[in-house]
């Protein structure tokens, strides 16, 4: 069961634009919603995390965006670059538990 | 720090045989959790396990199973491999799960003909 919807599925966005991935989740008891990056041939590597308490978290170029009451949170990479290019994963996790979304292929072109 | 290391990085089975596959979580983690990845169906969550014990478990076959070591390392099992079960396998490790930050290893790509 897909407990937590991802898209689009995959991504293609020019240099300097604005990458944007989108979820949604069932489950209220979830409490912790990270994205992953993952690049070819690696693990998955925590980019950005948010809790419910929180609309919005900002790092550097990425940012999360929440919506409690729609279940629905989204990633935004501005000025997006090639090297930025990777799979992302969004995930929304309770203890002992962490469900993944099906990812999205970004790719920035130059 | 030594990340989380997995055994092996590569392998090729036949169908009805078994696997295992290890994983190294980094030193101090207790936690270790197992992903199977997929193209198309992302990160599927098979168990994790804290002390030695599993606490909690995904929507996988009984053929699928771990366990892990006093000393935190964790082992999966897959009996009976089929065709579908050629994918991705990721460990992940953390402290203690609290605070919901996994770290990945470079995972085992399992071939089933």
């Known amino acids: 069961q897909q407990q937590v919807k991802q898209s689009p599925q995959s991504l293609i966005v020019q240099k300097g634009g604005i990458s944007i991935i989108n979820c949604a989740y069932e489950?209220?008891?979830?409490?912790?919603f990270p994205w992953y990056q993952q690049f070819p041939g690696k693990g998955p590597a925590l980019l950005i995390a948010?809790?419910?308490?929180?609309s919005e978290k900002k790092e550097g170029r990425v940012t999360i965006s929440f919506n409690k009451s729609a279940k629905q949170f989204s990633l935004h990479i501005m000025d997006s670059q090639p090297g930025d290019s990777a799979t992302y994963f969004c995930a929304a996790s309770r203890v002992n538990d962490m469900r993944f979304g099906a990812g999205t292929r970004l790719t920035v072109k130059p | 720090k030594a990340g989380v290391t997995q055994t092996p990085r590569y392998l090729i089975k036949t169908r009805g045989q078994q696997v295992t596959l290890s994983c190294s979580p980094i030193s101090g983690h207790r936690s270790v959790s197992w992903y199977q990845q997929t193209p198309g169906q992302g990160l599927q969550f098979l168990f994790e396990?804290?002390?030695?014990?599993?606490?909690n478990k995904g929507n996988f076959p009984g053929r699928f199973s771990g366990r892990q070591f006093s000393n935190s390392r964790s082992e999966m099992n897959v009996s009976t491999l089929e065709l579908g079960d050629s994918a991705l396998y990721l460990c992940?490790?953390?402290?203690?799960?609290?605070?919901?930050?996994?770290?990945f290893g470079e995972g085992s790509r399992l071939t089933v003909l």
């Open positions: 948010i809790r419910p308490d929180v």
């Open positions: 489950n209220t008891a979830f409490d912790y």
């Open positions: 396990y804290f002390s030695e014990t599993q606490r």
């Open positions: 992940a490790s953390s402290l203690a799960w609290t605070t919901g930050e996994l770290f």
